[in-house]
Antibody
């Protein structure tokens, strides 16, 4: 069974950097795009961006372009979402998902990020 | 790239059927048969329940069905059960120079 396992919850201060991870297993990691989804408290799901693990090609939502960076390490089948300078408004649950023709077939368990001074 | 439009909430009694609509444009829902639906229980990961408009992944009961007409896709849940109470999101492939997937705003299903 395909698995996506995300890193644990994080508590950070505004201005700090952060990199969260999503490790894929039981499938060929480089064959399918990985997407990142944000859910702010009480709000809906939003696509942040997607990355092709095969060639690191990335596509960002205009709302997140320049705010976050997607990357992968193919050697350990892991995708990353990172911030260089967190803001309180980045507090949210973040999910990774494996995509197939625009459908998120499999999801990570989510990583809760809390940014507070 | 705007979110697809879903009703904020729907409700139904156990055993009844409900339908959730997902309205987009000729650049997303109307252009592609790559519409998917997700069930999201708070605190858990979302789960894919339909892809390519009406295809049920393995393990999803046939109580869940999907259709599309023009720029609007629909999810129908028949034989409502208490466990169906959740948030439901549609998602579509979209013609875009940036990100080519977009969610709907989500619909809260209450089982009365």
């Amino acid at each position: 069974e395909v698995q996506l396992v995300q890193s644990g919850a994080e508590v950070k201060k505004p201005g700090e950097s952060l990199k969260i991870s999503c490790k894929g297993s039981r499938y060929t990691f480089t064959n399918q795009w990985i997407g990142w989804v944000r859910q702010m408290p009480g709000k809906g799901l939003e696509w942040m961006g997607i990355i092709n693990p095969g060639d690191s090609n990335t596509k960002y939502s205009p709302s997140f372009q320049g705010q976050v960076t997607l990357s992968v390490d193919r050697s350990i089948s892991t995708a990353y979402l990172q911030w260089s300078s967190l803001r309180a408004s980045d507090s949210a649950m973040y999910y990774c998902a494996k995509l197939h023709y625009g459908s998120a077939e499999n999801w990570g368990q989510g990583t809760l990020v809390t940014v507070s001074s | 790239q705007s979110a697809l439009t879903q009703p904020a909430s729907v409700s139904g009694s156990p055993g009844q059927s409900i339908t959730i609509s997902c309205t987009g444009t000729s650049s997303d829902v109307g252009a592609y048969n790559y519409v998917s639906w997700y069930r999201h229980h708070p605190g858990k990961a979302p789960k894919l329940i339909l892809d390519e408009v009406s295809n049920r992944p393995s393990g999803v009961p046939d109580r869940f069905s999907g259709s599309k007409s023009g720029n609007t896709a629909s999810l129908t849940i028949s034989g409502l059960q208490a466990e169906d109470e959740a948030d439901y999101y549609c998602c579509s492939y979209v013609t875009s120079s940036t990100l080519d997937v977009v969610f709907g705003g989500g619909t809260k299903l209450t089982v009365l």
